[in-house]
T-cell receptor, first 114, second 116 residues
């Protein structure tokens, strides 16, 4: 079985500060991919970043980086220099290489204070 | 950038009626998906489709649901005899083949289904 856990239902952060959104996962597959998606109030699902289980380095995409700790089965999203437009719901997700589906965590609602 | 398109953006139906939600995936993608999201809740996997057949489906995807790729571009989700609890945002998504460097899901903007 596979499972994604996001333990922070909501977070408030001051603008320009860095923020870490937690994600832990559970799978017995040796090969898998981890994703983060952003869902603003408009509702669309926006891809942010991807990490493969065999990638040696942590993924980075602009202000987003993924703190991948394989032994702990965690894949935290770090947003540097947060902006007001970062206020949204953030979902961690996982796909096992042996499966086609991606499953999502319950999400973290991030609110950036000016 | 290519995108997944979904129609309609909103659908209102009476309980017990059938609805068909439509999607046009990105043209060179091979995997197609339906997800749903009840307001404020998590994004739930319904079904994945590959090579003209269902690849995986969740417990939610019972006999009430069916998917079809009637031509080379459209991908549809049919809900027979809708129930009040089917009210949700339904997302279509597509992706490149598994194992490629870019296997992320591209999502459509969703169809908000309201069952009255």
């Amino acid at each position: 079985a596979q499972k994604i856990t996001q333990t922070q239902p909501g977070m408030f952060v001051q603008e320009k500060e860095a923020v870490t959104l937690d994600c832990t996962y559970d799978t017995s597959d040796p090969s898998y991919g981890l994703f983060w998606y952003k869902q603003p109030s408009s509702g669309e699902m926006i891809f942010l970043i991807y990490q493969g289980s065999y990638d040696q380095q942590n993924a980075t995409e602009g202000r987003y980086s993924l703190n991948f700790q394989k032994a702990r089965k965690s894949a935290n999203l770090v947003i540097s220099a947060s902006q007001l437009g970062d206020s949204a719901m953030y979902f961690c997700a996982m796909r096992r290489s042996s499966a086609s589906k991606i499953i999502f965590g319950s999400g973290t609602r991030l609110s950036i204070r000016p | 950038e290519p995108e997944v398109t979904q129609t309609p953006s909103h659908q209102v139906t009476q309980m017990g009626q059938e609805v068909i939600l439509r999607c046009v995936p990105i043209s060179n993608h091979l995997y197609f998906y339906w997800y749903r999201q009840i307001l404020g809740q998590k994004v739930e996997f319904l079904v994945s489709f590959y090579n003209n057949e269902i690849s995986e489906k969740s417990e939610i995807f019972d006999d009430q649901f069916s998917v079809e790729r009637p031509d080379g571009s459209n991908f549809t989700l049919k809900i027979r005899s809708t129930k009040l609890e089917d009210s949700a945002m339904y997302f279509c998504a597509s992706s490149l083949p598994l194992g490629t460097d870019n296997e992320k899901l591209f999502f459509g903007s969703g169809t908000q289904l309201s069952v009255l």
